[in-house]
């Protein structure tokens, strides 16, 4: 991870509000879960259903795969991910408490559970490297994700005992708006760690020319004033002056404050390499820039000149 981040980092805006929205989520998702695993005990509880340890298997192929995707793909799309996943496990509770389709629903429950651990442990894990005492926030999702299922279970358990449907169902439906807002809305024009989806950058990059071209350049900016200096005031002018988005100056700040590779800064930032990519070449356009190197230059000529 960057090394700028190692010990008792500042964290921005973005950051903050990335990790209010991820919390927010996990315990959404894990209302969901919880209700829905419930549900399952209690057909087990009264013979509904043997549910046996089979629907377990299922686990193994949805956290491998899920482990694949979320490597490659950036949080915007892993929240629409993660939004159907729920929407799909709310439509397995209804099925549920209807009494039917309960191997459908173990089934369901048991995948989305495997894609929902690694949800929260990738993410989590990606957080930790913006937070002061990282090495706590890794293990945080689970954290969120036990307090939940204690908070949820007891709740859903009195009403589906008490045959209250129509109350099991608007609190699904609460839960699965929570985590549609908070994985898929934003303030603004905003994404969870994306681009701002309103801007059209050039896509034609090759991202391995310009890996290795920034990764042999990175040396050369050797004009950054000492690490004391707060880029906040600054770099929030900047911004202003060349109509950069608040994710666009996160990119800048990293720009400026990290010497490491471009898929270590990209992961600090929550973004998939090509969406990095994406990114400064958006700024480059606003700023007339051509380059990484020539981007982090101009900042400094900039900030000297102001």
Request: charged residues 15%; proline residues 4%.
């Amino acid at each position: 991870m960057a090394r700028s981040f190692d010990h008792g980092c500042r964290s921005t805006p973005a950051t903050r509000e990335i990790t209010v929205r991820l919390t927010v989520a996990i315990f959404c998702l894990t209302g969901i879960f919880a209700a829905l695993n419930s549900a399952l005990t209690l057909s087990h509880a009264s013979n509904a259903i043997d549910l046996g340890s089979w629907p377990r298997l299922f686990l193994v192929p949805s956290a491998l795969t899920a482990g694949m995707l979320f490597d490659k793909l950036d949080m915007r799309r892993v929240g629409m991910i993660m939004t159907a996943v729920a929407a799909l496990s709310a439509c397995a509770l209804f099925i549920l408490i209807g009494n039917v389709g309960i191997r459908a629903s173990a089934i369901v429950f048991y995948l989305g559970s495997g894609v929902f651990v690694v949800f929260f442990t990738t993410t989590y894990t990606k957080l930790s490297a913006h937070m002061r005492m990282h090495e706590l926030w890794p293990s945080m999702g689970r954290v969120f994700n036990n307090i939940g299922s204690m908070l949820v279970s007891a709740p859903a358990i009195a009403l589906i005992d008490y045959g209250d449907l129509l109350g099991m169902i608007v609190a699904t439906i609460v839960l699965l708006a929570g985590v549609a807002a908070s994985l898929l809305l934003s303030s603004g024009t905003e994404q969870i760690g994306c681009e701002n989806p309103h801007e059209n950058p050039r896509a034609d990059i090759n991202t391995e020319n310009m890996s290795q071209q920034d990764d042999a350049r990175s040396s050369e900016a050797t004009s950054t004033p000492p690490a004391a200096l707060s880029l906040e005031e600054p770099l929030k002018r900047f911004c202003q002056a060349y109509s950069l988005t608040p994710r666009e100056g996160d990119v800048v700040r990293a720009l400026l404050t990290m010497d490491d590779s471009v898929s270590d800064i990209a992961s600090a930032l929550f973004l998939s390499r090509s969406t990095l990519y994406r990114l400064i070449a958006s700024i480059n356009k606003k700023t007339g820039t051509a380059s990484r190197t020539a981007l982090i230059t101009f900042f400094w000529t900039w900030y000297n000149a102001s």
